[in-house]
Antibody
């Protein structure tokens, strides 16, 4: 059974940093692209960042230069380093697995709140 | 990159059927999409992958009441014999060279 478990969310001040983690299990992690998708409460889904099985990274324009996605295939872990955080980054962040590029599994999400 | 357009809301009666639409922008009419369901207070759930040909592959545990179809740039999700727990937000999603894209979502109300 595929499981994706996010951690690392919390309250951070504007301009601060936070590192999200996603522990993956139930599939061959190194073979699949992975993503971070966020959702402001009451709003729609917004893709944030993705990383291919080979390590190529992709970013939404809204986070480019501030967020860094990475993966550790030896530990089946996905990360999102978030720097220079802004109030508009406040959202639930989901870890998501892709198969043939479409997303096919979601984690339960972790809430990030950027506020002073 | 493609744009995915969805109606903001839809409604249908318990036990009836409803067809939700996701429209791909010009130049992207052949793209494969995925449909996802998000029930209130829950994480999204993958429903199916849907190709431009109309072929679809559902995720594990997705009921037979859910089906997909395509026509040109339109991708459809049909829910038959509507149940109360089908009341949810439904999102379409696709990928293009360097980014993933979501539609704005359709809020389905079961009357």
């Amino acid at each position: 059974e595929v499981q994706l478990l996010e951690s690392g969310g919390g309250l951070v001040q504007p301009g601060g940093s936070l590192r999200l983690s996603c522990a993956a299990s139930g599939f061959t992690f190194s073979s699949y692209a992975m993503n971070w998708v966020r959702q402001v409460p009451g709003k729609g889904l917004e893709w944030v960042s993705g990383i291919s099985s080979g390590g190529t990274t992709y970013y939404a324009d809204s986070v480019k230069g501030r967020f860094t996605i990475s993966r550790d295939n030896s530990k089946n872990m996905l990360f999102l380093q978030m720097d220079s955080l802004r109030a508009e980054d406040t959202a639930v962040y989901y870890c998501a697995k892709s198969a043939n590029w479409q997303i096919d599994y979601w984690g339960q999400g972790t809430l990030v709140t950027v506020s002073s | 990159q493609p744009v995915l357009t969805q109606s903001s809301s839809a409604s249908a009666s318990l036990g009836s059927s409803v067809k939700l639409t996701c429209t791909l922008s010009s130049g992207h009419s052949s793209y494969t999409i995925a449909w996802h369901q998000q029930q209130p207070g829950k994480a999204p759930r993958y429903l199916m992958k849907l190709e431009g040909s109309g072929k679809y592959n559902k995720g594990s545990g997705v009921p037979d009441r859910f089906s997909g179809s395509s026509s040109g740039a339109d991708r459809y999700l049909t829910l038959s014999n509507l149940q109360s727990d089908d009341e949810a937000d439904y999102y379409c999603e696709t990928w293009d060279s360097n980014s993933w894209v979501f539609g704005g979502g359709t809020k389905l109300t079961v009357l």
